[in-house]
């Protein structure tokens, strides 16, 4: 991207060049409750500082003198053509970072040249953002205990257009998200008085975002005194089973993505349960501690079943040198939430822009350092692991 675009930034957004500056800035945009809840993971977040250290046992292979000057580093995931191998994946309650919330995500996701993935637990029904911005949308799947209300939203989800479905399965109980109990992070809310303080202090964050925004699929289900936010949370943990996600994929005849696999078994189970895409993704290590970096578990499911669906990648990417080595090692296409989180919270659309900005000039220009013209060119020859240099 150009100094030209990055000129159009605010000021306070041109300088932020890189994902861990916009962290910054979201962290004093935000009380703490919500940063803590955008930033951390469960437990002892071992899992949170294994995604991102796994990187570094890689490096990749410049490659010089290969006339190189420009690169196309598009690629299809989903059905839908990309301009570069990242996509913004789902991502709960957005208005609680930025009034903007969904639409200024998706808007900036399309204007970056990418897919923008709608949570189910959504504050903006999904027609307003298809109204909004025209490009590649992907509705997430919030498995719940009533099949009548997941044949719901799949057909919402075809009613609204949407191009493909993606039905996240790792949340079969609470994680146990430390930072969220310390603070009263919740559905309901119970936050503490030190938690209190921290929404006062931040008089602008919390202007744009109270009255605090419902949830934009499930607030019609809601109608009655029994059906509260308790019920909801009740309703949206569940262990589904590969029967039921072989039902999901019945309902739906487009491109069918299934996330949170980390297990090689899981991973072949939910092939055979009829997907046509496999999300490699700890969620971010939000919910469950001590399990493997996605990166490490990467070559290992693209050789178990790479040849029969798409291999998404997803946890831990910080820079366009880490979706690199994903490609490198088979991934399809990367895709995250945490980055454009802190863009969000620091700068509301535009701070979303930025982070997209920052990684797409990072993939396109380490492209060149590679000799790699264009993705299909980004390969495991590029790729070394540490202990083999």
Known sequence: MSDLATAAFPRKLRRCHNIADLRLAAKKALPFPLFDHVDGGSDDETTLSANTAAFSRYCLK????????????????????????????????????HRHGEIGVARASHKYGTAFTMSGWTNTRPEDITAASDGPRFFQLQPCRSREVMADMIQLAKDTGYHALIVTVDNPVHGNRERDARSGFGVPPA????????????????????PMPGFGL?????????????????????????????????????P?????????????????????????????????????????????????????????????????TDILKAIALGATACTGSRLYCYGLAAAGQKGVERALQLLRAEVERDMIFMGAASLEQVTRDSILNNQQV
């Open 62 to 97: 410049p490659r010089y003198c290969s006339g190189v000057e420009s690169v196309d580093a598009s690629t299809t995931v989903l059905g839908q053509r990309i301009e570069w191998p990242y996509f913004s994946g789902p991502a709960g309650g957005l208005k609680y970072l």
């Open 191 to 210: 936050f503490t008085t030190r938690a209190w303080a921290s929404i006062i202090s931040k008089p602008r964050w919390a202007f744009g975002t109270i």
């Open 218 to 254: 499930y607030d019609k289900y809601m109608n009655s005194p029994e059906r509260d936010m308790n019920w909801l949370a009740n309703q949206l943990i569940t262990n589904i089973t590969w029967d039921d996600l072989a039902w999901m994929r019945e309902q739906w005849d487009g």
């Open 256 to 320: 069918f993505a299934v996330k949170g696999l980390v297990a090689i078994e899981d991973m072949r189970a939910a092939v055979h349960a009829g997907v046509s895409a496999v999300i490699l993704s700890n969620q971010g290590a939000r919910h469950f501690d001590t399990a493997p970096a996605t990166l490490d578990m990467l070559p290992a499911v693209v050789d178990a079943v790479g040849d029969q669906v798409e291999v998404i990648f997803d946890s831990g990417i910080r820079r366009g």
